[in-house]
């Protein structure tokens, strides 16, 4: 019974989104929706950004459609146009976003398993050699657990939460974008404990904050701002294709796009790009608000970052294309916040460091569509 409701609650989200463009971020699960969905949603969420920036000229278009030809029978140009206006630079080797969801990300990470697997709760486990955000308590299912994965009651999970000055309360399912994420006083979520987690849906994971290296810091004090790194599982290595920062804006602690977040390029030796862009495709070369450049700025630690990215892959054999979000902690070291199993966003990725997988973009493309399985031009 339980998989035929799960059946039509996904039917109906599709119909939804199909029809109507809607789909609730951060408390439906983007991996129910099929390919024609994913197609509304991008699009969607790419047209307003397509105002006023020019077409492609002809040489262009057709350059891009000979590069895709062995893939696809007909190539959207939207994308490429809005990369071509926001780097300066056209390229036929971008993927479009569209195309990377429905083919590209399909192929490399397993949907269905992110369902079950892509919740912060099991990330102690999953992830037990790599450092995470210090645990305070978790709820999975109806059961608690402390910072040891040990059981508790309810009562003890409330007293630990008030022995904190500031813990973060976190979904631990359809938290991307930072959706469902609260900033809380420990003493006040444990006078208020049982009525808060009986109001949250699904299993919760309470955290300690963060506490962000200087550098880090100085770009934006309010959020942590981390480093968007995907990678690739290859046979024998993990293949890191881009890094990016995203930075906070205002009094917002949380540094994701959708929340007014900036996302830059970084170099592999810390510099940040010149260009930035928000989500909905403004492009910026200095922070609004504190003036800095970007290109003014570079940062510690990426290494460590990558590093980690390296170490955690290969555990998750399942997903061999992952975007992670990293940051640097006060003592230097890299904390592992999320994984991305699926359906990472690459928009602002490619108009911060350009074409996702670079010069190995026509041997992704070719993994992808000619040796696949199920062979044949989309």
């Not at 492609?56 to 206006?85: I, K, W």
């Not at 942590?224 to 920062?245: F, G, P, Q, W």
Request: proline content about 4%; aromatic content about 8%.
């Amino acid at each position: 019974m339980n998989y035929i409701r799960d059946f039509l609650n996904a039917l109906a989200v599709n119909i939804c989104v199909c029809i109507k463009g809607d789909f609730e971020e951060g408390v439906q699960d983007p991996n129910i929706l099929g390919n024609t969905a994913l197609r509304r949603l991008d699009r969607k969420s790419v047209t307003p950004s397509l105002k006023n920036i020019p077409k492609l000229t002809p040489a262009q278009r057709s350059e891009l459609r000979r590069f895709y030809a062995p893939y696809v029978r007909n190539v959207t140009d939207r994308y490429h146009r809005l990369y071509t206006d926001k780097t300066g630079v056209f390229d036929p080797r971008y993927i479009p976003e569209e195309l990377f969801f429905t083919r590209i990300d399909r192929f490399y990470s397993d949907r269905e398993e992110a369902r079950f697997l892509d919740n912060k709760c099991y990330y102690y486990r999953l992830f037990s050699e790599i450092k995470q955000p210090g645990l305070v308590v978790m709820r999975v299912g109806d059961s608690y657990l402390d910072h040891t994965l040990s059981l508790i009651g309810e009562d003890t999970a409330a007293a630990l939460v008030g022995c904190q000055d500031e813990v973060v309360l976190k979904r631990a399912v359809n938290s991307q974008g930072g959706y469902g994420v609260e900033f809380c006083s420990g003493r006040e979520l444990s006078r208020r404990f049982h009525e808060i987690m009986r109001a949250v849906d699904g299993d919760v994971v309470i955290q300690l904050p963060v506490r962000q290296h200087s550098a880090y810091a100085r770009l934006h004090p309010e959020s942590v701002n981390t480093m968007r790194i995907v990678s690739l599982l290859c046979d024998d290595c993990v293949k890191v294709y881009a890094v990016c920062l995203k930075i906070g804006v205002g009094q917002e602690r949380r540094d994701n796009g959708c929340h007014g977040g900036i996302y830059c390029g970084v170099e592999r030796d810390g510099r940040l790009k010149k260009r930035a862009t928000l989500d909905n495709g403004t492009v910026l070369f200095s922070h609004p608000e504190l003036g800095y450049r970007f290109e003014d700025i570079t940062l510690p630690c990426v290494d460590k970052a990558v590093a980690l990215v390296e170490r955690a892959h290969p555990q998750m054999g399942h997903f061999r294309l992952i975007s992670w979000d990293v940051a640097i902690d006060e003592d230097g070291e890299a904390v592992l916040i999320e994984a991305n199993l699926s359906l990472g966003g690459i928009n602002n990725v490619q108009i911060c460091n350009g074409p996702l997988f670079g010069d190995d973009t026509e041997k992704i493309l070719d993994e992808v569509f000619l040796r696949h399985p199920k062979r044949g031009k989309v």
